[in-house]
């Protein structure tokens, strides 16, 4: 067993592999620990959750170690649900089930109960008794729209820095081309990815306060 | 035609004060607020469920909700986020165009989207791992989006064929 004498004194990265070592989904994605699989591909597995809402109740999981949703690379991000896309339809077909809830907690105020990132796809019937229906609260319309106006500048500062990102890339791919002077370009693309990262350095800051918030 | 016209949510689209859009999804605040900052992301075609969408918009879609949950986390103090989907009546479905929800969590918010874990037998839970398993089988080859040919290329084609190219120059002549 380590101390929380031995815990704190770990560097970040230490402290990432502790984690990913104790790790149950972890274990479960390497077949350390059985599980009842579903699905599996390079990136992603789906088992039966051992603690299910009804029958069939699957969790979808990146095999590589991710506490929380605003960590997960875009592209694993957009193959993890277009497999959940797969496997609610996998649930229609096989279970003859008339829907699908598909659930992600991040965080452990949102309910999130192992600091391993995994979306939740329950097959759903009429009258089934599970209660997860998204209720409506009454806020001043002052403050929506307040909070709609905030979400609106951040959502489209990240998007023009993202296109940045991919006209720098293109300038520089087709000045390589060009002028046969790839290694020049290599080294350009590298420059601004370093500039890129001073750019959202802030954000990984965060989202280490993010998983810090998740516990070990 | 109908659905569409009397679709909650692509009327909402159409009246615009979005807070995010781009060819194929919008984000917008939700109608109906679970938290404080609760909003939506709506493919910007009448889809119905998940089933019906392309791949390529059903992963970018999820992408977005990631973005958002990342600035609702950096902006709003929020302690955590659900992404929520009712993918069908059953699933509590109560508006006919698919939609991603994305609610902001607080500690002792009182929102406890939480379910009584059900008690299978072993028959139970082989069966239906054998009955995904077999289904499952076919996910892969993913749909993805078509690609147009954009200016820039057809500009980059053209030095390749210097020789064909004087040579439509001349057919082209009178």
């Given at each position: 067993?380590?101390?929380?004498?031995?815990?704190?004194?770990?560097?970040?990265?230490?402290?990432?592999?502790?984690?990913?070592?104790?790790?149950?989904?972890?274990?479960?994605?390497?077949?350390?620990?059985?599980?009842?699989?579903?699905?599996?591909?390079?990136?992603?597995?789906?088992?039966?959750?051992?603690?299910?809402?009804?029958?069939?109740?699957?969790?979808?999981?990146?095999?590589?170690?991710?506490?929380?949703?605003?960590?997960?690379?875009?592209?694993?991000?957009?193959?993890?649900?277009?497999?959940?896309?797969?496997?609610?339809?996998?649930?229609?077909?096989?279970?003859?089930?008339?829907?699908?809830?598909?659930?992600?907690?991040?965080?452990?105020?949102?309910?999130?109960?192992?600091?391993?990132?995994?979306?939740?796809?329950?097959?759903?019937?009429?009258?089934?008794?599970?209660?997860?229906?998204?209720?409506?609260?009454?806020?001043?319309?002052?403050?929506?729209?307040?909070?709609?106006?905030?979400?609106?500048?951040?959502?489209?500062?990240?998007?023009a820095v993202e296109?940045?990102?991919?006209?720098?890339?293109?300038?520089?791919?087709?000045?390589?081309?060009?002028?046969?002077?790839?290694?020049?370009?290599?080294?350009?693309?590298?420059?601004?990815?370093?500039?890129?990262?001073?750019?959202?350095?802030?954000?990984?800051?965060?989202?280490?306060?993010?998983?810090?918030?998740?516990?070990? | 035609?109908?659905?569409?016209?009397?679709?909650?949510?692509?009327?909402?689209?159409?009246?615009?004060?979005?807070?995010?859009?781009?060819?194929?999804?919008?984000?917008?605040?939700?109608?109906?607020?679970?938290?404080?900052?609760?909003?939506?992301?709506?493919?910007?075609?009448?889809?119905?469920?998940?089933?019906?969408i392309p791949d390529?918009?059903?992963?970018?879609?999820?992408?977005?909700?990631?973005?958002?949950?990342?600035?609702?986390?950096?902006?709003?103090?929020?302690?955590?986020?659900?992404?929520?989907?009712?993918?069908?009546?059953s699933a509590g479905?109560?508006?006919?165009?698919?939609?991603?929800?994305?609610?902001?969590?607080?500690?002792?918010?009182?929102?406890?989207?939480?379910?009584?874990?059900?008690?299978?037998?072993?028959?139970?839970?082989?069966?239906?791992?054998?009955?995904?398993?077999?289904?499952?089988?076919?996910?892969?080859?993913?749909?993805?989006?078509?690609?147009?040919?954009?200016?820039?290329?057809?500009?980059?084609?053209?030095?390749?064929?210097?020789?064909?190219?004087?040579?439509?120059?001349?057919?082209?002549?009178?």
């Amino acid at each position: 067993m380590v101390t929380e004498e031995e815990l704190a004194q770990m560097t970040p990265e230490e402290l990432a592999e502790f984690q990913k070592q104790n790790c149950v989904f972890c274990q479960i994605a390497s077949g350390k620990i059985p599980s009842k699989e579903v699905y599996s591909d390079e990136e992603s597995i789906a088992v039966l959750d051992i603690n299910p809402a009804a029958k069939g109740h699957m969790l979808l999981m990146p095999k590589g170690h991710y506490s929380v949703m605003p960590q997960l690379p875009e592209h694993l991000a957009e193959h993890m649900f277009m497999v959940t896309k797969g496997l609610s339809q996998a649930a229609l077909k096989a279970l003859q089930c008339k829907g699908t809830t598909i659930f992600v907690a991040n965080g452990v105020a949102a309910g999130q109960k192992a600091p391993h990132f995994m979306i939740h796809i329950i097959p759903r019937n009429d009258g089934d008794g599970i209660s997860m229906t998204i209720p409506s609260r009454e806020f001043s319309k002052k403050d929506v729209e307040a909070v709609g106006a905030v979400l609106k500048k951040v959502l489209w500062r990240k998007k023009a820095v993202e296109a940045e990102v991919v006209k720098d890339e293109k300038t520089t791919a087709a000045a390589g081309i060009k002028k046969g002077k790839s290694k020049k370009a290599a080294k350009i693309s590298g420059k601004n990815r370093k500039q890129e990262s001073k750019k959202t350095g802030k954000k990984s800051f965060d989202l280490d306060a993010i998983s810090d918030m998740l516990g070990k | 035609m109908n659905a569409v016209a009397e679709c909650d949510y692509c009327k909402l689209i159409e009246r615009g004060n979005l807070i995010f859009d781009d060819k194929n999804v919008v984000v917008a605040i939700s109608p109906s607020q679970a938290g404080l900052g609760h909003v939506l992301v709506i493919p910007k075609e009448h889809f119905t469920i998940l089933e019906q969408i392309p791949d390529f918009i059903a992963g970018h879609m999820f992408s977005i909700a990631n973005n958002i949950s990342t600035a609702i986390f950096e902006t709003l103090r929020a302690h955590g986020t659900n992404i929520i989907i009712e993918n069908g009546v059953s699933a509590g479905q109560r508006i006919a165009h698919f939609a991603i929800n994305v609610v902001p969590r607080s500690e002792n918010d009182g929102l406890g989207f939480n379910w009584l874990p059900k008690r299978l037998s072993d028959d139970e839970m082989s069966t239906s791992e054998l009955q995904l398993k077999e289904h499952a089988k076919n996910i892969g080859a993913f749909e993805k989006e078509k690609k147009t040919i954009t200016f820039d290329e057809k500009q980059e084609s053209i030095p390749d064929s210097d020789e064909d190219y004087t040579l439509r120059q001349l057919r082209r002549i009178p």
